[in-house]
């Protein structure tokens, strides 16, 4: 028999960790942002060695100021870079791509591994062009600094799982980092258990004159890029569409930032990014990690891959003046507070499955978790994209009397000594024997 776990256990992931880390700085943020606009450009070819303008400068300040937060933890980030070669219609000479890496490790279960990421290349309206200004104060300086602040926040505190903290480069010219971060983590074996990629978060003023600094958008796909053929079929036999391991984990940010955590509501938009565009977390969907993009609720096209110009009263390009700087403090917490939520809880269920057709109990079982204290059912009307019902329990199987499985969807999340709680995994159908 499952002993069914009181009330009081039933924390949420928002509630179960101990005091709130500071909030980020919005100060710091903008020295952050300063010095990397100094930089002149940032674009993907310019020079690798030039002491003071190019990625190069900008790349080795980033890991200089990553060693410094280190420093002051006592050695708890390892900083490093992992380099490859690519070419393509954007780079056809060829360009060597580097990542720096700040690794904080796991103290309980270093192998699952929460990232934070952003690109720190900048372009201006002609993607090859290696030369002119390009400030990408916001695109995506914001993202840098931000990943920057999370690191010297989270860095305060030894975390369950492990923190990447990931300076990418190449964005611009084909998510090139992105996909040296996913061949990086696959290689390494790491569980990856969430990707959050920061790109555009710092402007509060859209295009169409609306000023926006108390939401966020998060994109994400619900069904998985990596799902194989037969994965394909049983899902359109059963449904699942919006409960993919990405879109979960924008369920999850948006419950975090609704519990206020973030001081911000966060909008979590039904698609992997925006129509038709790009960015660093879809190398990582495809080679199966769950990843979402975080980026300003109202985004400023003139200030994006625009040559830095006035026209008539008009003034185009990405610079410092356009970011709002509490505003991106904002999304720093949010993504501070997600981070150490996940890195305290223990994995998700690798699998979860329920029976019960023709009959009126519907039947979950799950994948046992080393280190979880116990489970959560969750419930929802199969009309519904939001969980409403729950039920903790120490193991499966177990069964839900009088819950239909044709009207409900069903998942499963685990839970920590402390109440800490995991992604929930969809339930679907077992395999076929
Ligand atoms: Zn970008």
Same mark, same amino acid.
């Given at each position: 028999?499952?002993?069914?776990?009181?009330?009081?256990?039933?924390?949420? #992931?928002?509630?179960?960790?101990?005091?709130?880390?500071? #909030?980020?700085?919005?100060?710091?943020?903008?020295?952050?942002?300063?010095?990397?606009?100094?930089?002149?450009?940032?674009?993907?070819?310019?020079?690798?060695?030039?002491?003071?303008?190019?990625?190069?400068?900008?790349?080795? /300040?980033? #890991?200089?100021?990553?060693?410094?937060?280190?420093?002051?933890?006592?050695?708890?980030?390892?900083?490093?870079?992992?380099?490859?070669?690519?070419?393509?219609?954007?780079?056809? *000479?060829?360009?060597?791509?580097? $990542?720096?890496? +700040?690794?904080?490790?796991?103290?309980?279960?270093? *192998?699952?591994?929460?990232?934070?990421?952003?690109?720190?290349?900048?372009?201006?309206?002609?993607?090859?062009?290696?030369?002119?200004?390009?400030?990408?104060?916001?695109?995506?300086?914001?993202?840098?600094?931000?990943?920057?602040?999370?690191?010297?926040?989270?860095?305060?505190?030894?975390?369950?799982?492990?923190?990447?903290?990931?300076?990418?480069?190449?964005?611009?010219?084909?998510?090139?980092?992105?996909?040296?971060? &996913?061949?990086?983590?696959?290689?390494?074996?790491?569980?990856?258990?969430?990707?959050?990629?920061?790109?555009?978060?710092?402007?509060?003023?859209?295009?169409?004159?609306?000023?926006?600094?108390?939401?966020?958008?998060?994109?994400?796909?619900?069904?998985?890029?990596?799902?194989?053929?037969?994965?394909?079929?049983?899902?359109?036999?059963?449904?699942?569409?919006?409960?993919?391991?990405?879109?979960?984990?924008?369920?999850?940010?948006?419950?975090?930032?609704?519990?206020?955590?973030?001081?911000?509501?966060?909008?979590?938009?039904?698609?992997?990014?925006?129509?038709?565009?790009?960015?660093?977390?879809?190398?990582?969907?495809?080679?199966?990690?769950?990843?979402?993009?975080?980026?300003?609720?109202?985004?400023?096209?003139?200030?994006?891959?625009?040559?830095?110009?006035?026209?008539?009263?008009?003034?185009?390009? $990405?610079?410092?003046? +356009?970011? *709002?700087?509490?505003?991106?403090?904002?999304?720093?917490?949010?993504?501070?507070?997600?981070?150490?939520?996940?890195?305290?809880?223990? #994995?998700?269920? &690798?699998?979860?499955?329920?029976?019960? &057709?023709?009959?009126?109990?519907?039947?979950?079982? /799950?994948?046992?978790?080393?280190?979880?204290?116990?489970?959560?059912?969750? /419930?929802?009307?199969? $009309?519904?994209?939001? /969980?409403?019902?729950?039920?903790?329990?120490?193991?499966?199987?177990?069964?839900?009397?009088?819950?239909?499985?044709?009207?409900?969807?069903?998942?499963?999340?685990?839970? +920590?000594?402390?109440?800490?709680?995991?992604?929930?995994?969809?339930?679907?159908?077992?395999?076929?024997?």
């Amino acid at each position: 028999m499952n002993r069914i776990l009181p009330a009081l256990a039933m924390l949420s #992931a928002a509630t179960a960790t101990a005091a709130p880390p500071p #909030a980020a700085s919005p100060p710091l943020l903008h020295a952050t942002i300063a010095k990397l606009v100094g930089f002149g450009t940032r674009h993907s070819l310019s020079s690798p060695i030039d002491p003071a303008r190019g990625i190069g400068a900008a790349r080795n /300040w980033t #890991a200089a100021r990553l060693a410094e937060i280190a420093r002051d933890c006592g050695g708890c980030l390892t900083i490093e870079k992992v380099a490859d070669r690519f070419t393509g219609p954007r780079s056809p *000479d060829g360009v060597e791509i580097v $990542d720096v890496l +700040g690794v904080q490790k796991g103290t309980g279960d270093p *192998d699952r591994v929460i990232i934070l990421s952003a690109h720190i290349d900048s372009r201006v309206t002609d993607p090859m062009n290696f030369t002119s200004d390009a400030p990408g104060a916001n695109d995506d300086g914001s993202g840098v600094a931000l990943v920057i602040e999370a690191a010297r926040i989270l860095s305060r505190e030894p975390h369950r799982a492990t923190i990447v903290f990931a300076i990418l480069s190449g964005e611009e010219q084909g998510l090139y980092g992105g996909q040296l971060l &996913a061949r990086t983590a696959r290689a390494r074996g790491w569980q990856v258990a969430a990707q959050l990629n920061n790109d555009i978060v710092g402007n509060s003023h859209g295009s169409g004159g609306d000023h926006v600094d108390n939401r966020v958008r998060v994109f994400s796909e619900g069904i998985r890029a990596s799902e194989t053929l037969d994965e394909a079929r049983t899902r359109r036999a059963i449904g699942g569409e919006d409960d993919g391991p990405s879109r979960a984990l924008a369920k999850f940010v948006d419950r975090i930032g609704t519990s206020g955590h973030g001081g911000l509501e966060v909008v979590a938009i039904r698609r992997p990014d925006r129509f038709g565009r790009g960015g660093d977390h879809l190398p990582a969907l495809d080679l199966g990690f769950p990843a979402v993009r975080i980026t300003e609720a109202s985004e400023n096209y003139d200030r994006q891959h625009q040559d830095v110009r006035v026209e008539g009263t008009r003034r185009y390009g $990405d610079t410092i003046d +356009g970011v *709002d700087f509490p505003y991106l403090a904002k999304v720093t917490n949010l993504n501070v507070a997600v981070a150490r939520a996940l890195a305290q809880a223990p #994995a998700a269920p &690798a699998a979860a499955t329920i029976t019960g &057709a023709v009959t009126a109990d519907t039947t979950v079982n /799950w994948a046992p978790v080393p280190g979880a204290t116990g489970y959560r059912i969750h /419930w929802r009307r199969a $009309d519904g994209t939001i /969980w409403t019902n729950r039920r903790d329990v120490t193991s499966g199987p177990i069964v839900m009397k009088n819950v239909n499985i044709d009207d409900n969807f069903f998942g499963v999340s685990s839970l +920590g000594a402390d109440g800490a709680e995991s992604l929930i995994t969809f339930a679907g159908a077992a395999p076929r024997k």
